[in-house]
């Protein structure tokens, strides 16, 4: 839910709310992406020091990283939808900052699948994407209801609020009961 809020939506967001033209600025546009591909290798090996080295369980590791992939968006969110306008290289920032630290899922919840079945973890992964990838058109929706007009900065907090609602649920639950 969150990332598709990130990926989809913020990008109207920012256009109508914060009054940034991202779109005709590639290297603006492309920054949060970049930051993911980057941080995604620093989480991924931070990950593994801390696992080799035995300063953690692969298991605790695991949620540590889909904690911080999760909880850093979840207060960027809250944050953006509360920024004024004349906030926007803040809340740019914020954004490449979210998009980044979400890369610290790959070390976290969909590395556990190799832990889960180590002999069949790309049917796992692929059974579990399908399943997800149907929900992914309910972010989209809700935002359709709630936000009417795409100028009212009180319609997209709602969103942001149930998008940190869902990143802190979802994240509490894997914590509780992830095994591997």
């Known amino acids: ?4 809020i990130i990926q989809s939506e913020i990008p109207t967001y920012m256009s109508e709310i914060m009054k940034m033209d991202i779109a005709s600025n590639s290297l603006l546009a492309s920054a949060p992406y970049i930051a993911t591909f980057f941080m ?11 696992i080799v080295n035995k300063y953690v369980t692969k298991l605790f590791a695991r949620k540590l990283f889909t904690t911080i992939g999760m909880a850093v968006p979840a ?3 809250i944050v953006l939808g509360y920024l004024p306008e004349d906030a926007k290289i ?3 920032a914020l954004l490449i900052i979210a998009a980044g630290a979400s890369s610290a899922m790959y070390s976290g ?3 556990n699948v190799f832990d889960l079945t180590p002999t069949f973890p ?3 992964k692929g059974f579990s994407n399908s399943i997800s990838n149907v929900f992914n058109i309910l972010p989209q929706f809700t935002v359709e209801i709630i936000v009417r007009d795409e100028t009212d900065q009180n319609n997209w ?5 149930m998008s940190t609602a869902l990143y802190i649920s979802t994240n509490l639950f894997y ?3 992830a095994s591997g």
């Open 1 to 4: 839910w969150g990332a598709i």
């Open 40 to 50: 995604c290798f620093v989480f991924c090996f931070i990950a593994n020091h801390l």
């Open 75 to 77: 207060l960027v969110v």
């Open 90 to 92: 803040w809340a740019y």
């Open 109 to 111: 919840h969909s590395a």
């Open 122 to 124: 790309g049917i796992i």
């Open 157 to 161: 907090s709602i969103i942001f609020l």
């Open 175 to 177: 914590f509780i009961f």
